[in-house]
């Protein structure tokens, strides 16, 4: 049942679209939470064991006990419910858990929420499209799923600096991660031709990779290799897959441009796992996890100084947890400098590198550098959905909110499932503000909010574009909502600390937190 609408108590869980909705509002639910609420609601007439939900939620890996009670805690928590209470989820002494409320079913499929468009089908772009989907871990150990994650994320990153391809973005290529896929949804969903799929066995100091390239709109397999390596050679061998994928996809350019995958390993092969590790954290985009990713990553420096990606990642984490009002900006902008210097001396042709230093830049307050540093990182890597959006962020900060609009869109293209689609709609959102135009402003701003209600920006952009909309009950259920995500928020904070470069736009801005009723 993938397309289906099951309505409970005040919920509504859409399976089709993802969501878990309570009244009016979308509620914030970790994949793994959302798949087992699933389960739970689809098999609803019986008690279901923990052997069934191991096998079905959890492909039949090891699990704790602690990890499935968390799991179980984190379900009720976002219903409302409690192990105490239990309306919604009753548990059954050494036999299992079981969903007990009443529930309507809409065998039909999902409907929007009221006022909002379907998506549209996503056109293919005029350049070769390619979407690599995460890599199975064949390890049977769930602990090395960092490890073929971050084969994955290599090959991505490989394929983006390759401006005749266009390269869907990490995170919306893993939402697929564990689950039967479809080649021709996913193209669809997409938006792409081709898609790369394989698998990852580690042993000691062995790896098998497997790949295989698909052509998804005549369903034909294009190219497929099995590598035996040892583990010191898995970057030639990412390399190898580069250039398989080149030359199966466009060889005439291939031959044209003599393609070489270019890379700066680092000198330890633990610091490249300490920083796949970390990337894992990075990824799932909440704040304990980017301090996990810190600390991984400060780890991997300390045995490889200069390991630009070690380094890049480390100071876009720092910027990020400032951007999401996690962390302090006067405290953290030195050590973030500090570490996207270190990178960009230690690789200048990293674009994560330049990504870093110009969000180092922004948050500075110098916008000229910038703008140069996300243009440098984009001519690096144009696929790069992160440096599209912050470069769009600068652009309004700046006050060109068309230019800005119009990256935000190109980020969400490059990314149409990724976590950070959220934050890109709220740059969008912000462009548009910024351009007196209030009601688009506020459709970019729900969006973000809908795909991650604990996202700052969209809260922000929805208070202060619904007050100069005039709409002033729906700015101060926003900033109800704004001050619940960010309790020090005021318009004396958003003077300061937004960095904004004209006085004519910071007082715009302001002013709608003034109208919304912010103290």
Not at 239 to 251: G, R
Request: charged share 25%.
């Amino acid at each position: 049942m993938t397309d289906v609408q099951f309505s409970f108590a005040d919920h509504v869980l859409d399976v089709k679209r993802r969501e878990l909705r309570r009244g009016n509002g979308v509620v914030a639910v970790e994949p793994q939470v959302f798949d087992l609420l699933v389960f739970l609601i689809e098999n609803r007439e019986r008690v279901v064991s923990k052997d069934d939900l191991i096998a079905s939620v959890w492909g039949g890996r090891i699990v704790s006990e602690s990890t499935l009670s968390s799991r179980i805690t984190a379900v009720r928590k976002a219903l409302g419910d409690s192990g105490d209470a239990q309306r919604l989820i009753r548990t059954f002494a050494r036999k299992g858990i079981r969903f007990v409320a009443d529930v309507a079913v809409d065998a039909a499929g999902a409907t929007p929420v009221a006022g909002e468009a379907e998506r549209p089908a996503l056109a293919l772009p005029d350049r070769p499209a390619i979407a690599v989907l995460p890599f199975a871990n064949m390890s049977r150990e769930p602990e090395q799923d960092y490890f073929s994650d971050g084969i994955s994320e290599d090959i991505i990153t490989a394929l983006s600096k390759l401006r005749w391809f266009f390269v869907i973005s990490r995170n919306s290529s893993f939402v697929y991660k564990g689950k039967p896929v479809h080649l021709r949804e996913v193209a669809e969903e997409l938006g792409v031709r081709y898609v790369l799929e394989g698998g990852v066995r580690r042993d000691r100091d062995r790896v098998r990779i497997t790949a295989q390239l698909n052509d998804a709109a005549t369903g034909a397999h294009l190219w497929a290799e099995r590598y035996d390596r040892d583990l010191a050679d898995v970057f030639s061998v990412q390399d190898e897959i580069t250039e398989a994928i080149v030359s199966a996809i466009e060889p005439q350019l291939y031959a044209a441009e003599n393609f070489r995958a270019g890379r700066k390993p680092p000198d330890s092969m633990d610091a490249w796992d300490l920083v796949m590790r970390a990337l894992s954290h990075y990824w799932r985009v909440t704040r304990a996890d980017n301090v996990v990713a810190q600390a991984l990553l400060e780890k991997a420096i300390s045995l490889d100084p200069n390991y630009g990606q070690a380094l890049s990642m480390l100071a876009t984490s720092y910027i990020f947890c400032v951007h999401m009002g996690w962390a302090d900006a006067d405290a953290t902008a030195p050590l973030a400098e500090r570490a996207a210097l270190a990178a960009v001396h230690a690789d200048s042709e990293d674009a994560w590198a330049h990504h870093a230093l110009g969000s180092v830049h922004l948050l500075k307050h110098r916008f000229d550098d910038s703008l140069a540093e996300y243009e440098l990182a984009l001519r690096l890597n144009p696929n790069f959905s992160q440096a599209q959006g912050y470069y769009g962020l600068a652009l309004a900060y700046g006050g060109r909110w068309r230019e800005a609009d119009e990256a935000a869109r190109r980020a969400l293209r490059l990314a149409p499932r990724d976590p950070f689609a959220a934050i890109y709609c709220g740059i969008a959102g912000y462009s548009n503000f910024v351009g007196r135009n209030y009601q688009e402003a506020m459709r970019f701003a729900r969006e973000s909010l809908r795909q991650r209600s604990d996202f700052v920006g969209g809260h922000r952009v929805l208070t202060a574009a619904a007050a100069m909309a005039g709409e002033l009950d729906v700015a101060g259920a926003a900033l109800k909502e704004l001050r619940r995500v960010q309790p020090n928020v005021s318009r004396a904070w958003i003077a300061t600390h937004v960095p904004i470069r004209t006085d004519a736009d910071r007082a715009h801005y302001v002013e709608g937190f003034r109208r919304a009723g912010m103290e």
